[in-house]
């Protein structure tokens, strides 16, 4: 989940698009899981879900109290961290007018850098996540949610907008 601005804001660990943005925003190489498990650098893939998809979804059955169950909530779409890093950093080069660039470019300019598979997560790390929105459909939930390109810019953009909030949140 991202959008995170909780961890944020209570001095938390941070999830990775928060990572990625303050390493983008310091000038530093965002740093991926190179190839492990049969997927290529950064392709290891997680259904990315916004916070607002979330609020959304429990509005869904805040209104529809007959309806309950486990559900699985998430886009329906796994996406590679490379999404999230190419998404961060094109979102942070926007918002210092400079223009996006592809995957390759940032890796060759080394703002996106590979690294090796850690030891101590060998055999213990998922790379591939998605949730089945099936139970979640059929219980009536049929909103769209924002996949990483939309989601993960718009909560940049308002980090950008909101940084008195976060230096001082309340």
């Known amino acids: 989940m991202y959008m995170d601005r909780a961890n944020l804001i209570k001095g938390g660990w941070p999830r990775l698009h928060s990572i990625i943005t303050i390493s983008s925003k310091k000038n530093q190489?965002?740093?991926l899981f190179g190839e492990?498990?049969?997927y290529a650098p950064g392709q290891q893939s997680r259904d990315f879900v916004s916070v607002e998809d979330v609020v959304k979804v429990n509005l869904f059955f805040l209104d529809h109290p007959d309806k309950s169950g486990i559900f699985n909530l998430g886009t329906g779409r796994a996406q590679p961290f490379n999404d999230v890093a190419l998404t961060t950093v094109n979102t942070m080069r926007k918002l210092a007018n400079q223009s996006a660039l592809p995957l390759a470019d940032l890796?060759?300019?080394g703002l996106i850098q590979y690294i090796p598979f850690p030891d101590d997560l060998l055999g213990k790390y998922q790379c591939?996540?998605?949730?089945?929105?099936?139970?979640?459909?059929?219980?009536?939930s049929n909103d769209c949610f924002l996949d990483v390109e939309?989601?993960?810019s718009q909560y940049i953009e308002w980090l950008s907008a909101n940084s008195d909030f976060l230096a001082n949140p309340l």
Do not use: I
């Open 36 to 38: 492990y498990g049969g």
């Open 128 to 140: 591939f996540t998605q949730a089945d929105l099936a139970q979640l459909r059929a219980a009536g």
């Open 150 to 152: 939309h989601g993960v």
């Open 29 to 31: 190489t965002v740093k």
């Open 107 to 109: 890796v060759q300019q």
